[in-house]
Structures are given as C-alpha cells and as structure tokens.
C-alpha cells in the first residue's frame, strides 16, 4: 500500500496538489490511503486509495486471462464491498466539508479491467457509491483512466479543470 500512496502522491503533485493525509478523528483503525488535496493552501478533494491484488514485477509480456463468468460475479460483488468500505467514512468528511469525493483504485491484478468498474457502479445496491464524484483507475497492466460522475456539476467542473483532461 505504501508504494501505492507514493504513486499517487507523485500523481498529484504533477497535477498540482498538495497531499494531506485526512486523520478522521475517533476512528480507531488507521487508513493510510486517506487524504485530503489541497491548492494553494485550499482543500479542494478528499479521497481514499484502494489497492487491488498483489503488486508484482511487469515483464512486458502478453497478458492472457481467462475468468469463469460465476467467479467474475463474486469478484464483482467483492470489489463493490470493499469500495463502500473505503467510501463510507469519507462520505460524511467530504460533506461536511463541502469537497467532491475522489476514489483511486490501483490495479495490480490482470484479472481486472477499468470497465468492470463500471459494471460495479451499475450495482444498484452500492449506496455510498454514488456520493463518488471521480474514479481514477491507475493499471499496471493497461493505460490508465478516469471516470468523471456528473452527481454535483460544481464538483465535476472544477475536477474536469484541475485534472487538465481536454
């Protein structure tokens, strides 16, 4: 995880960021991937990074996966799980704060694609995840990509403008 946090960190501060982790007070369990982004010393995003697989050397290879279809449901439903974990406590920090809600998946494993992000999101039973106002999905595999949710206009300006996407 920590090597994702670095990543993500140098991500940012390329777009211009600054990182701060968010320390949520009261919260038993520490969660390192929690952060606030700032510019110019305003908090504009908070966010959380969620990691997905095992990180493991690239060897430039053809990456050949085959996923029975039962298996890929359950994964599914896993991968929904876990995102309403990470975005649950952030839910009420962003609100208070009045900031858009940014989730950054980091992808170690082939047998996920940015696309079933989407089929997670089309889940009708992940509640918390429409508060979600940018998905960026970092792939170790694969080119990586954003997924602007157009819930708050304000939110989706400003993330649209800051992120420099044309």
């Not at 994702?4 to 949520?24: C, M």
């Not at 980091?106 to 995840?129: M, Y």
Request: with cysteine.
């Amino acid at each position: 995880m920590l090597r994702d946090v670095r990543r993500i960190r140098t991500f940012l501060a390329y777009k211009g960021f600054q990182w701060e982790p968010l320390v949520n007070a009261g919260e038993a369990d520490e969660r390192p991937g929690d952060f606030t982004a700032s510019r110019m010393n305003d908090a504009c995003l908070v966010g959380t990074i969620l990691s997905i697989g095992q990180e493991r050397p690239y060897d430039g290879s053809p990456i050949q996966v085959v996923v029975d279809e039962g298996e890929r449901a359950g994964r599914l439903v896993g991968l929904r799980d876990r995102l309403e974990t990470a975005v649950h406590p952030l839910c009420k920090a962003g609100a208070e704060a009045g900031l858009p809600l940014v989730v950054v998946l980091v992808n170690h494993d082939p047998h996920w694609r940015f696309e079933d992000l989407s089929v997670v999101l089309e889940d009708k039973s992940a509640s918390a995840l429409p508060s979600v106002d940018l998905f960026i999905w970092f792939d170790d595999f694969r080119n990586d990509r954003m997924l602007f949710r157009r819930t708050n206009p304000a939110a989706y300006e400003s993330l649209f403008s800051w992120f420099h996407v044309a």
